[in-house]
């Protein structure tokens, strides 16, 4: 049984994106720039700012943040967001998920330059994902944990000789962050894929009949190994913190580890390639800098 590690190939992309973030910046006389937004104090959201902005200083990136009360109004949070759109230091922008009640998530990622939305979750970025637009026709962003996903699925793929086109792809969840995106990348490569979530009737039957299974639905433990065809990649994307103070991903590791041939682990599978991705695309907006972008539509 294969276990993909994510924070190793993490580790390794980052030396990768030391080398093109200082190639950038010698391009554009200055370093690639993050704007990152953190609107509240959701403890969880806090330490995942502290620890995007420690990784993209060690990979050469300048982070400009903006913290926001939990209270701000939508206006104020528009206009950090206009502030980072028109800083021209700026190349990737951050909004950092869940936002307050009170606010609007879409009018917010909307709102967001697609050129620097380097989490992939602008419409136009969705948009340009679903249609499948090569990057050399028009520049567009994927989803930083779909994209890390695909990162470890690739590595599973090189390791055990495995096929994606014509297998059968399951994934538990239909998030723009991760669902609808991770679905619309498999289906690029060629699988057969179903978007299985809360309505699904017989879901483990849907599981038992996939060879990549990808769970995303934020349920601790929710797929047992019973549940998995023999054989079958795994990929867990949830992240749940159990009484007892463990983390654990949506699939029950100790059982399901047993079944499949490769599995990532919670913590340091997907967690770390999501981190990863976000830095790429902050430099690979920076290296676009001077390029012609028509096309983008800033809503």
Wanted: glycine share 8%; with cysteine; net charge positive.
């Amino acid at each position: 049984m294969l276990i993909l590690d994510g924070k190793a190939l993490a580790s390794k992309l980052k030396e990768q994106i030391l080398i093109d973030a200082q190639a950038v910046e010698k391009k554009i006389n200055r370093k690639p720039g993050l704007g990152v937004i953190l609107v509240g104090e959701n403890p969880a959201s806090k330490v995942y700012v502290a620890s995007k902005t420690k990784a993209a200083l060690a990979c050469g990136i300048e982070v400009f943040d903006r913290f926001l009360n939990a209270e701000s109004t939508q206006e104020e949070l528009q206009l950090a967001i206009s502030d980072f759109n028109n800083n021209p230091l700026v190349d990737g922008i951050l909004l950092q998920l869940p936002l307050p009640k009170h606010l609007n998530e879409l009018t917010a990622l909307s709102s967001i330059d697609p050129g620097k939305d380097a989490d992939g979750l602008h419409p136009v970025n969705q948009g340009m994902l679903l249609r499948g637009a090569p990057s050399f026709v028009l520049p567009y962003f994927v989803p930083c944990t779909p994209a890390g996903s695909m990162a470890l699925l690739n590595e599973a793929v090189e390791k055990l000789n495995f096929q994606i086109a014509g297998k059968k792809a399951l994934v538990l969840g239909r998030s723009i962050l991760v669902g609808k995106p991770l679905a619309l990348l498999l289906l690029e490569k060629g699988a057969t894929v179903t978007i299985a979530h809360s309505k699904t009737k017989n879901i483990e039957e849907e599981c038992r009949a996939a060879d990549i299974l990808v769970a995303a639905i934020g349920q601790p433990e929710f797929v047992k190994g019973n549940w998995v065809k023999p054989g079958a990649i795994v990929i867990d994307v949830g992240i749940n913190r159990l009484i007892d103070k463990r983390l654990v991903g949506d699939v029950d590791y100790m059982e399901v580890s047993k079944v499949a041939s490769a599995i990532t682990p919670v913590p340091g599978g997907v967690g770390p390639m999501t981190i990863t991705m976000l830095l790429k695309n902050t430099v690979l907006s920076a290296s676009r800098k001077g390029l012609n972008t028509v096309g983008w539509v800033n809503t």
